[in-house]
């Protein structure tokens, strides 16, 4: 069997190999996230270890890019998912309605609030859009003519997770 950490930096990598790959082919109709498992979720210190781990090889993997929440964030969900605590990950779009493309952010939130992000992350997507398929949430920036056509709906709690 392997050795936990061994585990979590295979995850990592397979969760940064998916997202370069989505960003280079577009993200397919059937995305979906792992399954959680059925396992109690970890401790909290087992999960900022987990984390730190994750982020460190995100760092040291992928270079500094405008994307690197989106790296990120997938890894982070691959790997927590699979250690058992079902979190979601968020997609904040802005610039919807520009013609330089859309812009965006990307988080985990579980159970509604922030998952080791700042407080402030959410405060430009107040607008939910819906969730595609298995913990895939999307939101929108204020102040595009199509956010102003959907009713506003609180974005995740800025609070601590508290298991």
Not at 21 to 44: I, N
Not at 84 to 110: F, T
């Amino acid at each position: 069997m392997l050795m936990p950490q061994l585990r979590i930096l295979l995850w990592t990598l397979e969760g940064l190999a998916r997202a370069w790959a989505y960003l280079r082919r577009g993200m397919p109709a059937r995305f979906s996230l792992p399954q959680v498992r059925a396992a109690a979720p970890p401790t909290e210190a087992d999960l900022d270890c987990a984390v730190r781990l994750i982020d460190s090889v995100a760092r040291m993997i992928v270079p500094r890019t405008r994307h690197g929440c989106f790296y990120r964030t997938l890894s982070r969900a691959i790997v927590l998912r699979r250690l058992g605590l079902p979190v979601a990950v968020n997609i904040g779009m802005r610039n919807l309605d520009g013609a330089l493309g859309v812009k965006g952010h990307c988080w985990l939130s579980y159970n509604g609030m922030l998952f080791h992000e700042p407080p402030d992350t959410t405060a430009m997507y107040p607008f939910f859009l819906g969730e595609l398929n298995n913990g895939l949430l999307c939101w929108v920036q204020k102040g595009n003519d199509t956010a102003n056509r959907i009713r506003r709906t609180p974005a995740c709690e800025s609070r601590t997770l508290a298991l």
